[in-house]
């Protein structure tokens, strides 16, 4: 059972136009979200972060939106870099408990 | 570059066998995490350890054990190796116990033929 899905595993996009990846999560008792990033042959990075008591975090181009009713998730890049492109994974914790529970992942290229 | 290293980076072994996975977090994190993800799946965690002494355990088969050294390094050791097991294997480390931001090692790739 993933309580955690990302149902698109790629995404393209032009440079400099915005990306938007999404995330759809099950369990409502979840109370912290994360977005990383992976490059290939590196282990993942952490991006941002947000809390379920808030529903839009900033930091820099990376805004995470948080909308609990839908129970679904979205991270926007804006604007995108060729440097952008990876593997982009959507990460929850349950009852602050640390252990993290990943989605799939989507896979976001870049176009010059 | 993370901090965190992994050895072997790759590693391809038969099945029933045994294998020894390493990792050697940030200089000062006391906590190392354990995950695998298997092929176009998210990552599983199996297990954490902060300064020395199992923390949770998430995932984690019988035939899989870990422990963490007093120098901080940790292994896990994975026997009676299946086909199923075939993935990457990430470490990840924090400075504390308890800590959402968690820093990865490149991984191994095992391989069970």
């Known amino acids: 059972d993933q309580q955690v899905k990302q149902n698109s595993p790629s995404l393209s996009v032009q440079e400099g136009r915005i990306s938007i990846l999404n995330c759809d999560y099950t369990?409502?008792?979840?109370?912290?979200f994360l977005w990383y990033k992976k490059y290939p042959a590196e282990g993942p990075t952490f991006l941002i972060s947000?809390?379920?008591i808030k529903d839009k975090n900033e930091d820099g181009r990376f805004t995470v939106f948080l909308n609990k009713s839908a129970k679904h998730l979205s991270l926007h890049i804006v604007p995108s870099q060729p440097g952008d492109s990876a593997v982009y994974f959507c990460a929850a914790s349950l009852d602050s408990n640390y252990q993290l529970i990943w989605g799939a992942g989507t896979k976001l290229i870049i176009k010059p | 570059d993370s901090g965190v290293t992994q050895t072997p980076k790759h590693l391809i072994t038969a099945t029933g066998q045994r294998v020894t996975l390493r990792c050697s977090p940030r200089?000062?994190?006391?906590?190392v995490y354990w995950y695998q993800q298997s092929l176009d799946q998210g990552l599983q965690f199996l297990i954490q350890?902060?300064?020395?002494?199992?923390?949770a355990k998430g995932n984690i088969l019988e035939r899989f054990s870990a422990q963490q050294f007093p120098d901080l390094h940790s292994e896990l050791n994975l026997s009676s190796l299946e086909l199923g097991d075939s993935a990457l294997y990430f470490c990840?480390?924090?400075?504390?116990?308890?800590?959402?931001?968690?820093?990865f090692g490149p991984g191994t790739r095992l391989t069970v033929t």
């Open positions: 200089s000062g994190d006391l906590s």
């Open positions: 350890y902060y300064n020395g002494e199992e923390r």
């Open positions: 947000i809390s379920s």
């Open positions: 369990n409502s008792m979840f109370d912290y």
């Open positions: 990840a480390s924090s400075v504390v116990s308890d800590s959402y931001e968690q820093y």
